[in-house]
């Protein structure tokens, strides 16, 4: 069973930063990929970045691109959502997910999922 926990969210002002981790357990994670989503009140789930365990191989929606970068630390089986630059349509919940297999981006093939952590960025 796989286990994730995420911190890291909060309120910030636009322009801010913030960093969320997501702590992986469980299992072996060289086969998975992990990801980061977001949902806002009334709005569907949405990616937001990915990261292949294996190789590091990043992946990215188009609207953070160059303002957020999703890493890993092996050694703390953790993966990492730097987020810079925030804006206001950056508020949401953000949750961690993984799984095997190629389809980092669609949600509904994840596996395992966190509970979620809260981003509010206030203009």
């Known amino acids: 069973q796989v286990h994730l926990v995420e911190s890291g969210g909060g309120l910030v002002q636009a322009g801010g930063s913030l960093r969320l981790s997501c702590v992986a357990s469980g299992r072996t994670f060289s086969k998975y990929g992990l990801g980061w989503f977001r949902q806002a009140p009334g709005k569907e789930r949405e990616f937001v970045a990915g990261?292949?365990?294996?190789?590091?191989?990043?992946t990215y929606t188009d609207s953070v691109k160059g303002r957020f970068t999703i890493s890993r630390d092996n050694a703390k089986n953790t993966v990492y959502l730097q987020m810079n630059n925030l804006k206001p349509e950056d508020t949401a919940v953000y949750y961690c997910a993984a799984k095997q297999g190629h389809g980092l981006r669609i949600w509904a093939l994840y596996d395992y999922w966190g509970q979620g952590t809260q981003v509010t960025v206030s203009s």
């Open positions: 990261i292949r365990w294996s190789d590091g191989s990043t």
